[in-house]
């Protein structure tokens, strides 16, 4: 038994008031003052000392301070009343304080003290032999400075009979062994009365008879059947007769003081004391010990049986020499033999003969059960037994009953087996898809030859990569779905032949966690390659025209519609209406089958000329019409925000009218067509079919004007003449006086930075015209009007003129930069106006300038347009040193071709393939290839139309860069300030 915690010793010592502890050491320590032997003046004991100790070890804290003062205080009194003088009833009461701090904090330092075992009663002892030291060593110094006795014989009298005080009360505090044998009650009688009689036998006055130690054997034998409180209690009684009775002159200890002194027969009383109290308490709590030992052993068997009965597992175990002595409840029923049966059966005795032979046997199936019924099947486990020396003591035997187990696995794998078929003939293809990483946990079978715990639900190597990010977004949707609802989406799946196939994907919640969140996702998906393809045959057949395979008219009604809806408020959409020029001549010379072959071929020619992303469609007999797809980012070329896209369309239908313009041979026969073509920018908001029809309006406008060329359907188109006419006069004003405010000619200049270095490698010179209202006139708009009306000739003059004159002055100020260059560009009508050649030379001659500085950039559309005059040109110009380069490389077909025959020393990337980078792949393709084609034939290359950071990222190393990124046009004096500013050359 373990001792009572803090709490528990406070309430066990309620008892035990200060008042009452007072009470009782003043009436004990009088009664044992007066009870002294004749002639002793020392008690036989003192029981106050057993009270003081026991107060003591019972208390904590304050109340502990108030028992110490309530035993010094009552000791002091007793002393008084016997008899004694101040000054020694003070040393008593000092010794006995003392006495119950030392022994008394000793017992109960740990809680309220105990007396279960040999080890606790050393322990009182040990509190008993130390408090009588200390008591009987201070009451004897203290005796004998103020009386002069003997040192040693009054600490002996004092600490026996101190100790056997302790020794006797305090047990009767302590926490005692319970009692676990029943005694009758004539036994308990009879103990009562045979130790006070025998005490009374052996220590009555003039008893002759040697019979000293004969209670002691009284007192054995009541804590041998009684226990250790019940012969506590009589020891008190026996103490207080026996020091009574010797008092009065009785016993043998009496007789001996007679005859040798009188503190003798006190002596020989204590010594009597203690030797009862040891010997009957060591019996006593050895005795209890052991029968608490016995009666633990009994209920762990007891607890022991009862687990051993309710386990499900059927136990069986023997002895040594194999008979059984234990058998559980399950065993029985397994079995169907009771306890008085014998098991006979060999697959009983040979799992624990192995067990008995040393060995382990583990998972050995068995069929055991009842004679005449089903037999079980079991799964047994044998072990030895061994005690804690080695020695065998038996073998126990578990057998676990799997009968269910097995009828549940056939039936499971009769269910796999189902579930395997119905999978294997299944169209559909079912997994479970972690709900956070994507991971395939399971899949009715590999995707691509790729096992399902090796891939993700969006697997980048087995999923179209457009289709990646369709089948994550599913996925997360399907994450915050209520149980049964389901997530749909059409996705593609490359198979083992490398072929996508279309699959149809349903996706639901499977599992959750605890708190809700999902877990994983179920998804089935289904082949449908096949319904989609006949879905796109039904769309072609309604979309497209069966003889080019283009689409129609619906089909381009409908992206124009959806193409003005996404395009920004001050966007612009480009439509062009190309009509055949003479086609008619071509079905009625060569017959119908000739027509559709060149309608065949136009419609290839077409398409080639043409981005993927723009829309070629068929949408009359010999009507063709032109989708252009608003590039991203599309950058401006100037102030308007429409120049790139005016641009851009003029371009195109510059391509187209220069690629139908070549002959088309139909079985040898050369057939040739024009075309002439219509440009219209439609506006958000305006309806798809007055938009066709404004294109087709100025289609008929080109015709008008000799076929074979593009109008545009703007504003002069719109009864706008009068515009156009004041912007032909701002123009020819300016010509004449550059400078005249408010309106005027000026060129701006654009950075060119070396992409490696961030240098500042040139500049691009760029016309500017403000009109008389101080209003910027856009790129576009006054330099068709220029070569309309011939004023190019003298706009290129004035532009190549200003930039040489900038350009020397920039050399002058600043030395450092003496090597950059300018480029100017050149328009395919003033080739044909002016003579090139000799503008270029004055121009150099003028300023002083080297000729390797300046160069001269033609579009593709003056190389397809120029004559044999202005390639002769262009080649005087590359021998006298100028630097030639092809603006808007890669939008024509002629491309290549010119860079074999002239004199090309740089390339300039079109804006519209940078516009795509990074995330058009074509784009991306196309501008390492022009790179890559720049390095290999030593060619310079600029990139153009450089916006963003990550379109700067995206570019090959070794080009020159140019965009509004690293640097919008600016005035002359900005780039003067720019050189001043910056001395190390680097563009910030």
């Known amino acids: 038994m373990t001792p009572t915690p803090l709490a528990g010793l406070r309430r066990s010592a309620v008892w035990a008031s200060p008042a009452v502890v007072a009470l009782a050491v003043f009436g004990l320590g009088l009664v044992s003052v007066l009870l002294a032997p004749e002639g002793s003046p020392v008690a036989v004991w003192w029981p106050a000392a057993g009270v003081a100790v026991a107060a003591v070890a019972t208390t904590t804290?304050?109340?502990?301070?108030?028992?110490?003062?309530?035993?010094?205080?009552?000791?002091?009194?007793?002393?008084?009343?016997?008899?004694?003088?101040?000054?020694?009833?003070?040393?008593?009461?000092?010794?006995?304080?003392?006495?119950?701090?030392?022994?008394?904090?000793?017992?109960?330092?740990h809680g309220r003290p105990t007396l279960l075992n040999l080890p606790d009663l050393g322990r009182l002892l040990a509190a008993a032999?130390?408090?009588?030291?200390?008591?009987?060593?201070?009451?004897?110094?203290?005796?004998?400075?103020?009386?002069?006795?003997?040192?040693?014989?009054?600490?002996?009298?004092?600490?026996?009979?101190?100790?056997?005080?302790?020794?006797?009360?305090?047990?009767?505090?302590?926490?005692?062994?319970?009692?676990?044998?029943?005694?009758?009650?004539?036994?308990?009688?009879?103990?009562?009365?045979?130790?006070?009689?025998?005490?009374?036998?052996?220590?009555?006055?003039?008893?002759?008879?040697?019979?000293?130690?004969?209670?002691?054997?009284?007192?054995?034998?009541?804590?041998?059947?009684?226990?250790?409180?019940?012969?506590?209690?009589?020891?008190?009684?026996?103490?207080?007769?026996?020091?009574?009775?010797?008092?009065?002159?009785?016993?043998?200890?009496?007789?001996?003081?007679?005859?040798?002194?009188p503190p003798t027969a006190g002596a020989l009383v204590q010594m009597f004391l203690v030797a009862c109290t040891l010997v009957v308490l060591a019996l006593a709590v050895s005795v209890a010990q052991r029968e608490a030992a016995h009666a633990a052993l009994v209920d762990q068997q007891r607890f022991d049986k009862a687990v051993l009965e309710v386990v499900n597992a059927a136990v069986v175990a023997c002895d040594a020499d194999g008979q059984i002595v234990v058998r559980n409840a399950a065993h029985r029923r397994l079995t169907g033999l009771t306890d008085a049966e014998n098991l006979t059966s060999e697959q009983h005795r040979t799992p624990l003969r192995h067990a008995l032979a040393g060995e382990d046997v583990t998972d050995l199936p068995l069929r055991i059960g009842p004679a005449d019924t089903a037999l079980h099947d079991v799964i047994a486990t044998a072990r030895p037994i061994r005690g804690a020396d080695g020695r065998l003591l038996g073998a126990v035997l578990a057998c676990t009953d799997v009968t269910a187990e097995r009828v549940v696995q056939a039936r499971l794998r009769d269910s796999v087996a189902f579930h395997d078929a119905v999978l294997a003939a299944s169209p559909d293809l079912i997994d479970i898809v972690d709900a956070h990483t994507l991971a395939v946990l399971w899949s009715s079978r590999d995707v691509a030859g790729v096992p399902a715990p090796l891939r993700t639900a969006a697997d980048d190597a087995v999923l179209h990569p457009d289709d990646v990010h369709l089948v994550r977004g599913a996925c997360d949707a399907a994450r915050h779905l209520a149980d049964g609802e389901v997530a749909s989406l059409r996705y593609r799946i490359r198979s083992g032949e490398g072929r996508y196939r279309w699959f149809s994907r349903r996706i639901t919640p499977f599992a959750r966690e605890?708190?809700?969140?999902?877990?994983?996702?179920?998804?089935?998906?289904r082949d449908i390659t096949e319904t989609v393809e006949v879905e796109r045959r039904l769309a072609d057949a309604a979309l497209h025209d069966p003889l080019t395979g283009l689409p129609n008219r619906r089909l381009l009604t409908d992206r124009l519609d959806a193409a003005l809806k996404?395009?920004?408020a001050d966007g612009q959409v480009v439509v062009l209406f190309c009509d055949l020029d003479g086609?008619?001549?071509?079905?009625?010379?060569?017959?119908?089958?000739?027509?559709?072959?060149?309608?065949?071929?136009?419609?290839?020619?077409?398409?080639?000329?043409?981005?993927?992303?723009?829309?070629?469609?068929?949408?009359?007999?010999?009507?063709?019409?032109?989708?252009?797809?608003?590039?991203?980012?599309?950058?401006?070329?100037?102030?308007?925000?429409?120049?790139?896209v005016h641009e851009r369309a003029r371009s195109v239908a510059r391509r187209v009218?220069?690629?139908?313009?070549?002959?088309?041979?139909?079985?040898?026969?050369?057939?040739?067509?024009?075309?002439?073509?219509?440009?219209?920018?439609?506006?958000?908001?305006?309806?798809?079919?007055?938009?066709?029809?404004?294109?087709?309006?100025?289609?008929?406008?080109?015709?008008?004007?000799?076929?074979?060329?593009?109008?545009?359907?703007?504003?002069?188109?719109?009864?706008?003449?009068?515009?156009?006419?004041?912007?032909?006069?701002?123009l020819r004003a300016a010509l004449r006086d550059p400078e005249l405010p408010p309106d005027g000619l000026t060129v701006a200049y654009q950075a060119i930075v070396d992409l490696s270095t961030q240098r500042l490698a040139g500049v691009e010179a760029l016309a500017r015209l403000v009109d008389d209202r101080g209003l910027p006139v856009a790129p576009d708009v006054f330099i068709p009007i220029a070569e309309d009306t011939g004023l190019i000739a003298a706009l290129g003059r004035h532009v190549l003129d200003t930039a040489c004159a900038d350009l020397a002055t920039w050399h002058a100020a600043h030395p450092a930069?003496?090597?950059?260059?300018?480029?100017?560009?050149?328009?395919?009508?003033?080739?044909?106006?002016?003579?090139?050649?000799?503008?270029?030379?004055?121009?150099?001659?003028?300023?002083?300038?080297?000729?390797?500085?300046?160069?001269?950039?033609?579009?593709?559309?003056?190389?397809?347009?120029?004559?044999?005059?202005?390639?002769?040109?262009?080649?005087?110009?590359?021998?006298?040193?100028?630097?030639?380069?092809?603006?808007?490389?890669?939008?024509?077909y002629a491309s290549l071709r010119h860079l074999a025959q002239l004199p090309i020393t740089g390339l300039k990337i079109d804006r519209s393939f940078t516009a795509g980078l990074p995330d058009d792949p074509t784009s991306v393709t196309i501008v390492r290839t022009i790179a890559g084609l720049a390095r290999d034939l030593g060619l310079t290359c600029v990139a153009e139309g450089i916006e963003t950071d990550a379109q700067l990222l995206a570019l090959p190393?070794?080009?020159?860069?140019?965009?509004?990124?690293?640097?919008?046009?600016?005035?002359?004096?900005?780039?003067?300030?720019q050189l001043t500013a910056q001395s190390s050359g680097v563009l910030k």
Do not use: C
Request: aromatic share 4%; proline share 5%; charged share 20%.
């Open 817 to 892: 930069w003496r090597r950059l260059g300018v480029s100017v560009n050149l328009s395919a009508r003033q080739a044909d106006l002016t003579d090139l050649v000799a503008e270029v030379r004055h121009a150099l001659d003028h300023t002083g300038l080297a000729p390797q500085l300046l160069t001269v950039e033609l579009t593709e559309t003056v190389l397809i347009e120029a004559g044999h005059a202005t390639i002769q040109a262009l080649r005087e110009m590359r021998e006298l040193g100028v630097e030639i380069a092809i603006d808007d490389f890669g939008t024509g």
């Open 129 to 261: 032999a130390t408090g009588a030291v200390v008591a009987g060593g201070l009451a004897a110094v203290a005796s004998t400075a103020m009386g002069g006795a003997d040192l040693l014989p009054v600490w002996w009298a004092v600490a026996s009979s101190h100790g056997a005080a302790v020794l006797v009360l305090v047990p009767l505090v302590m926490r005692l062994p319970a009692r676990t044998v029943t005694v009758g009650r004539w036994e308990q009688a009879s103990s009562w009365t045979a130790g006070p009689v025998a005490t009374v036998a052996v220590f009555a006055p003039a008893q002759p008879l040697p019979m000293t130690f004969l209670p002691v054997a009284v007192l054995a034998w009541t804590g041998f059947r009684l226990g250790v409180r019940t012969a506590t209690v009589q020891l008190l009684v026996v103490g207080s007769l026996v020091s009574i009775l010797t008092a009065h002159g009785g016993g043998p200890f009496a007789m001996v003081g007679r005859l040798a002194a």
């Open 566 to 568: 996404e395009v920004p």
């Open 583 to 644: 086609f008619k001549h071509v079905n009625d010379a060569a017959g119908h089958a000739a027509g559709d072959a060149v309608l065949t071929a136009t419609a290839s020619r077409l398409r080639a000329v043409l981005r993927p992303a723009d829309t070629v469609a068929r949408v009359g007999g010999d009507e063709f019409a032109i989708l252009l797809h608003p590039p991203s980012g599309d950058p401006s070329d100037g102030t308007d925000g429409h120049v790139g």
């Open 657 to 730: 009218t220069a690629a139908l313009a070549e002959p088309v041979d139909v079985d040898g026969n050369a057939h040739t067509v024009t075309v002439s073509v219509g440009v219209t920018m439609a506006q958000p908001g305006d309806d798809p079919d007055d938009v066709l029809r404004d294109a087709d309006a100025a289609m008929y406008q080109a015709k008008a004007r000799g076929k074979d060329r593009h109008a545009v359907y703007d504003d002069t188109l719109r009864a706008d003449v009068v515009e156009r006419r004041r912007v032909q006069r701002v």
């Open 514 to 525: 605890p708190g809700g969140l999902v877990r994983q996702l179920l998804g089935v998906a």
């Open 957 to 977: 190393s070794g080009l020159l860069g140019q965009g509004y990124l690293l640097g919008r046009p600016v005035p002359a004096g900005k780039i003067d300030d």
């Open 61 to 109: 804290g304050r109340r502990r301070g108030l028992m110490l003062v309530a035993v010094g205080g009552a000791s002091f009194l007793a002393n008084l009343a016997a008899g004694r003088s101040p000054t020694s009833a003070a040393a008593f009461a000092v010794a006995d304080t003392v006495e119950g701090l030392v022994a008394g904090y000793w017992l109960g330092r």
